[in-house]
Nanobody, 123 residues
Framework: QVELVESGGGLVQAGGSLRLSCAAS????????MGWFRQAPGKEREFVAA????????YYADSVKGRFTISRDNAQNTVYLQMNTLKPEDTAVYYC????????????????WGQGTQVTVSS
């Protein structure tokens, strides 16, 4: 069992930055690939970024590539999403997710989800 708790969301102006954190419970955190998803009002939840347990395999959605950076600290059971050059269209609830078997491409069917943190980018 893995419990995920996101933090770091908030209100920021376009062009600004935010760093989201996701703290995970459970001694098996280091064996899971971790991902970030987001859901804007009236839209379906979409994949943002994923990182494998060792940190070598990383994949981003095209919409955030070059602006967002995913990283993890297995000693702290935490995964991060550094978001730079934010745009109003990045406004969404951001969710952390864990998947035991992800290796490449967009993460699908995560095993665990966090409760989400709101990110609002004003123009």
């Amino acid at each position: 069992q893995v419990e995920l708790v996101e933090s770091g969301g908030g209100l920021v102006q376009a062009g600004g930055s935010l760093r989201l954190s996701c703290a995970a419970s459970g001694r098996t955190f280091g064996t899971y690939a971790m991902g970030w998803f987001r859901q804007a009002p009236g839209k379906e939840r979409e994949f943002v970024a994923a990182i494998r347990w060792g940190g070598r395999n990383i994949y981003y959605a095209d919409s955030v590539k070059g602006r967002f950076t995913i990283s993890r600290d297995n000693a702290q059971n935490t995964v991060y999403l550094q978001m730079n050059t934010l745009k109003p269209e990045d406004t969404a609830v951001y969710y952390c997710a864990a998947n035991r078997f992800w290796r490449a491409g967009p993460m699908i069917n995560p095993d665990y989800w966090g409760q989400g943190t709101q990110v609002t980018v004003s123009s």
